[in-house]
């Protein structure tokens, strides 16, 4: 990076920063602390909303994703706005009405604290985790491609998330998100706009398009039923509601940044707002990634983008067939060139002999380009058995740094660190409040002075700081990033959703028979995920199903229990 790019750099996250903490001086209460003074409007919430979801993770993957895997991952985010429609209408009034600082509060009036502080494990196990995951992500990446040590990145990134979230609290949260998704926004689009602007002269944008989905990158719906297949319409619209609907309407990152809203109409603006723009936003930043491999047949693109792996096995005693296998790359990219400038003019002509002839051409040397990276990926395990295989999620960031100019490369690295503390910072947030209320307050000190407890949030709110920053120091491979994420809340959202379902549906089922549910329940999707090979979307519906039906047989279980013995 160059000086200018430091600056850049730099600059945006002072300001991010600054505005964040100068937003929420004179925070005085755990109450204003936890979940500002109300006085966020709907705008500022559905922003916040779509910053606490969209963590690095979203802008480093969602482009590799696209790129090795085409369109079809947007449809996970299908059942995202019918959900919007449905937290509106049940979930919404019943949190303002209460006035809560946790979305678990309820489920103690509703059933008991043992039910209560449940679910409130499931979170903090759940969301302490994937804390850790957002951090690792960016500084994995980062410290890869630009030679940062992942260590002091983890460190970097956390301490200054820690900062200003412990003095902020929630208000500087929801400040900081509208600077970080501003940056996150004009970054992504001059990274779209850079892509198509190096593209060759005579194709633009549409061409590009047309391109990508004569290259089969444009596999935006899949109606085919297929329990097995991670991403179709079916699993989008059914799991991806149900993964929607516990995520936003349960997990106390997401609820702490809507009732935070001036009254109950500013929230569900903010929610219907969030599920307007998620998708459009989701399909634009997927969309890069078609846009990137359409790129990557005109101008050369590394064999491996994991430039950590690639140095290596250059300085390795496989150098001399790592250097074979790059000459046989450059030879396949001249032929791979030539065949997409023919497909590009017989798209142009609409002559359908050619469109043909060098599409199969593309999809042949799409196949010999897969064998090499085969072979490259099965040296550097000889190299080192513990090498990352992987590059999914180095694609984007690559591109960055070799392609863009200066400045620019600073903005884009600043969207990185934008995104990871802007869903960091609400998830610390979450976590101090889950923690406070749920568990210190509830359980162990319930009569202490509001200074004791705003000294408490803050000490809680550094503490899972540095245990998501511990998180990131052991993480191991993940794969694709983006998937990571999305698999470990699928883990425990079906069972945590399924929870408030009965809570809010069944009236009749008490707190003992809805406690043991969930404890089966998700016993029961711990072993699919580990002995089936079931899409991870389903195991939201699977959980929230298993959850009710349980409840519903140990309810009626004990009620002819007790019409037994009397």
Known sequence: MSALDWIVLLLSLASIVGYGLYKSRGTQNMETYLKGDHSIPWYMVGLSIMATQASAITFLSAPGQAYTDGMRFVQYYFGLPIAMVVLCIFFLPIYHRLNVYTAYEYLENRFDQKTRVFTSLLFLTQRGLASGLTLYAPSLILSALLGWNIYYTNLFIGSIVIAYTVAGGSKAVSYTHLQQMSIIFIGMFLAGYMIVKLLPEDIGFTDAVKMGGKLGKMNVIDWNFDLNNKYNIWSGLIG???????????????????????????????????????????????????????FYQFKPA????????????????????WQQLNTQHQALFEKRKSAAIGLNQGIKAGDDAAITSHQGVLVQSEKDLQKLRKQATDLMKLNDPKAETNDTNYVFLRYVIDYLPHGLIGLLIAVIFAASMQSKSAELNALASCTMVDIYKRSFNKNASEAHYLKASKWATGLWGL????????????????????????????????????????????????????????????????????????????????????SFLIHFGSMLKTETNT
């Open 302 to 321: 590394p064999l491996f983008f994991n430039n950590n792996e690639t140095q290596k096995l250059e300085a390795s005693i496989y150098a001399k067939d």
């Open 467 to 550: 245990y998501a920053i511990g998180v990131a120091m052991f993480a191991n491979k993940l794969g694709s990033l983006i998937e990571a994420v999305n698999v470990l809340g699928s883990l425990f959202y079906g069972t945590i959703l399924g929870i408030f379902l009965v809570a809010f549906m069944f009236k009749q089922i008490k707190g003992a028979s809805a406690f043991y549910a969930a404890i089966i329940a998700e016993s029961m999707v711990l072993s699919l995920y580990f002995y089936t090979d079931i899409s991870f979307l389903w195991f939201n519906l699977v959980g929230s199903f298993l959850v009710i039906a349980f």
């Open 240 to 294: 991806g509601f149900f993964l929607a609907l516990s995520y936003f309407g349960t997990d106390q990152s997401q609820v702490s940044r809507y009732i935070s809203a001036k009254d109950l109409k500013q929230s569900r603006m903010g929610l219907l707002m969030n599920g307007f723009i998620k998708v459009p936003m989701q399909f634009f930043i997927l969309l890069i990634g078609v846009l990137l491999f359409v």
